[in-house]
């Protein structure tokens, strides 16, 4: 990637909204060469005077033939992925057909808020440790998603990490499955 400008999502706190400013998350996002990324990322914790910040880079890569242009540095990796398993993996579990692939990469602190997506999902670890927790549908509306139509509509408004039983009392009926991933996990998320 090099001096490829990067979506990278910046919080003073673990918790990475995706949706900032006025009553919807603190941080923000910012364009920034993916190896200031790196550095960044890397010097947390040695006394910069951003090392108090966290960094979660999102970077779409695409299948090849995709409209999109993928990165230079990365058309070989892409193009060894095994595109053949994921269409069939994708057929196996009557998923939608693999659209793209996003790349999100941090430094081992950060989270992102209780969230669905609108796309079937494979998520694979690469590096380091993940948890996760997944809810299944029939616990939605126990999580108070946002109205249809708000900005962070795909978000819940209850916070499992930290819950608050009195504003939100259904979501002690949720019940979720966690799971680590380590590097070379992949979980299918319909």
Known sequence: FGERDCSVHVSRTENFARLYGHGLGLGGVRQMPFRSFVEAASQRGT??????????????????????????????????????????ACEAAASQPLQALQLWAGHGVGMTPCHFD????????????????????????????????????????????????????????????????APGDVLWLP
């Open 47 to 88: 006394g910069s005077h951003e090392t108090d910040l966290n960094y979660y880079l999102q970077v779409p890569l695409v299948s090849p033939g995709a409209a999109q242009s993928t990165p230079v540095a990365l058309e070989a990796e892409l193009r060894d992925l095994g595109w053949a398993w994921l269409h069939s």
């Open 118 to 181: 609108a796309m079937d999902n494979f998520l694979a670890q690469l590096e380091g440790r993940k948890s996760v927790l997944v809810y299944p549908p029939h616990c939605s509306f126990d999580l108070y998603p946002y109205p249809t139509g708000h900005p962070a509509d795909n978000f819940a408004m209850a916070d499992p990490e930290r819950p608050d039983l009195g504003r939100w009392p259904g979501l002690a009926r949720a019940t979720a499955l966690e799971a680590e991933l």
